[in-house]
Structure formats: structure tokens, C-alpha cells
């Protein structure tokens, strides 16, 4: 029997959880994506719509587009009276914390701003020290400095809920010249102390139509310019899985199995965390472990084995030996 999908949850936390999602956010859900979000099949999500159609206190919009279903709540007219705990908030203070550090100094202040004025809404509004006590720190290696990308960052934002085509010129750093890309940035990514856009590549002319996605880092762009087209809100379809539970950023070639053996405290690092959707590990009398996942991107793969150095042996695919091999014998020239 296959496991129960949402085992901590249950009907009446789902039905409270899909009800605010719908009414906080205004935004049409796909069936397809409450059922992703809420974490529960398909039918569950159908019952709870009709729960919440049949309470009377709400309006449910239903239809049907490109083969998808879509629910959006209508409007309210009487706007919730909405209530923050002192813990609630805290949580917010403590995810500030952990991110702002990728932030330009412009953008960094808003959200401070931001996160106090939810102050308002506490019971008690002497509570707001102990709301706004520092919970969290970040440690940072190697800093991106985004205090140059401001204005850039604000750009993708606001495209990003406008559905604005944009024309960027991207500098890869495995090309000489930047290169243009038309596209409709959709979401801000922050992976390994870095941002990334990720959105649809367009036609350049004419009605956009969507071609295939993208991820460029926001360091690499050199120039983003709006254009006056937009993408109809019906063709801005969902993007794929960032990682589609394979482990690397980039999705270079198609899935591949990667086998590799670690000892001491890489052994221990890559046995508390998790790898790729389907990974496995094997432990030996020794106290090292083989890890078997899978991976998309074969330069992510390589750099990651050469970070753990003697700690790490590469053991399939046979292609990539050869190439960490080749990386580990020109380092090593660097030393003669």
C-alpha cells in the first residue's frame, strides 16, 4: 500500500488551510496545484471546495481552462477581520532574518518596514517588543554584494506581477559577449547564497508566446529592459519543478544515476541530509556510506565531489570519473 499522503494532517486542518488560501490570496488555484500544496489527492481537495461552496458564506468560482480546473473565491464584501499572534509574527521576524542578507540596502529597509507594521495587528499591541525580539542569525561564505541590482530586482517584481515581457542582455561567464533573452520572469529563486530569475522565454515579436523556461542569475544581468507586451494571464502556465527531486540547480541534461562513496565527516554530512527524491544509502564496516541518487546536471555533480576532497570517491558514471580525474590532475599541476 503506497503511504498516505499528508499523514500529519487532516480534513479540518486542510479545510482551514485551502479556505485561507483562497481568500488571503485572491489568486484562480489549478486543481492540479492545491493538491501539490495542500499535499492531499485530487478528491479530497474537490470535497473541500464543495464544503466550503456550500457554507454560503463565500462564492466559489469554478472553470475549466486548457484542460485544467481552476477555483478562485469571489470577492468577499465584508473584508476579515484578521488577528497576529505575538508567535506569528515572530516567525516572520525570524524569516527576515535568514534572508535578508541577500537583499540590496533599498529593499532590505521596506521589508523592515513591512514586518512592523504587522505590529497593528496584534491583541495586544504592548506585545510588540517581545514580537519583534531577534530570533535567528545567517552565516554567510562568499557575499554577493546586490546593492548594484536594485533597481533590477524592483524591475523583475514588478514584471512578475504584471506578466511584462522583458528584454535582458545576460552575461554567462562562458561567453564573451552578453547574450539577449526575451522572457517573462515568474519567480525570484535564492539557492547557495545567490538569486536567480526563473520565467518563460517568449517569441521576440508580436503576441508573446511562451517557448521554453529559463534560469539566469541576477549577478549575470547586465541590462533589463520592459517592453509594453504582456502575457495573457491564461498562457502564464506553471513552471517546472526547480529540481524536480534531482539534485542540481540547472537542468543540463535528462536524469542520471550518480554513485559515489564517502568517508569520515563527509560520510556524516551526507547522511543527515537528503540528496534527490529517490536516493539510498549503503553504510559499511569501515563507517563510510555509498550514496546512489539521481542528478541533472553533471558540472553541479563534479563540483560538489571535488568540494568534499579526500572525503569523497566518485564511483558512477564512468564519464564523470574521467572528468573529476582530469579536474583533480590540473589542480594539482597548480602545486608542482
Request: hydrophobic share 40%.
Amino acid at each position: 500500500m503506497p503511504p498516505k499522503r499528508n499523514p500529519e494532517g487532516n480534513p479540518t486542518r486542510n479545510a482551514v488551510n485551502l479556505f485561507s488560501l483562497l481568500v488571503f490570496s485572491g489568486r484562480a488555484y489549478s486543481l492540479k496545484r492545491l493538491s501539490e500544496i495542500l499535499d492531499c489527492s485530487r478528491q479530497t481537495v474537490l470535497r473541500l471546495i464543495e464544503q466550503i461552496d456550500m457554507s454560503g458564506r463565500v462564492a466559489v468560482r469554478k472553470w475549466k481552462e486548457d484542460g485544467q480546473s481552476y477555483y478562485q473565491i469571489q470577492t468577499v464584501p465584508n473584508r476579515p477581520k484578521v488577528v497576529l499572534s505575538e508567535d506569528e509574527i515572530a516567525q516572520l521576524v525570524l524569516c527576515k532574518e535568514w534572508m535578508q542578507h541577500l537583499l540590496p540596502t533599498g529593499i532590505r529597509q521596506k521589508l523592515e518596514q513591512t514586518v512592523e507594521k504587522t505590529a497593528v495587528l496584534l491583541e495586544d499591541y504592548e506585545d510588540r517588543a517581545g514580537a519583534f525580539q531577534p530570533l535567528g542569525q545567517c552565516a554567510v561564505k562568499g557575499k554577493i554584494d546586490y546593492s548594484a541590482y536594485e533597481k533590477i530586482l524592483e524591475r523583475l517584481i514588478a514584471s512578475i506581477r504584471s506578466r511584462q515581457v522583458l528584454e535582458v542582455l545576460y552575461q554567462s561567464p562562458r561567453r564573451q559577449e552578453a547574450k539577449k533573452h526575451v522572457l517573462v520572469p515568474v519567480h525570484l529563486v535564492a539557492f547557495h547564497e545567490s538569486l536567480y530569475i526563473r520565467g518563460w522565454l517568449v517569441t521576440e515579436r508580436g503576441h508573446p508566446e511562451v517557448t521554453k523556461d529559463i534560469t539566469l542569475a541576477i549577478h549575470r544581468l547586465v541590462c533589463v529592459q520592459p517592453t509594453r507586451r504582456i502575457l495573457p494571464e491564461k498562457a502564464l502556465s506553471e513552471l517546472p519543478p526547480l529540481e524536480g527531486g534531482h539534485f542540481g540547480l540547472s537542468r543540463q541534461t535528462m536524469p542520471f544515476e550518480v554513485r559515489a562513496q564517502f568517508y569520515g565527516g563527509g560520510a556524516s554530512y551526507v547522511r543527515e541530509r537528503q540528496w534527490s527524491k529517490d536516493d539510498r544509502l549503503e553504510d559499511a564496516a569501515d563507517g563510510s556510506v555509498t550514496l546512489n541518487f539521481s542528478a541533472q546536471s553533471e558540472l553541479e555533480v563534479i563540483k560538489w565531489i571535488l568540494g568534499f576532497g579526500a572525503d569523497a570517491k566518485l564511483l558512477a558514471p564512468e564519464s564523470l570519473r574521467q572528468r573529476v580525474k582530469d579536474e583533480l590532475q590540473q589542480a594539482l599541476s597548480f602545486y608542482d
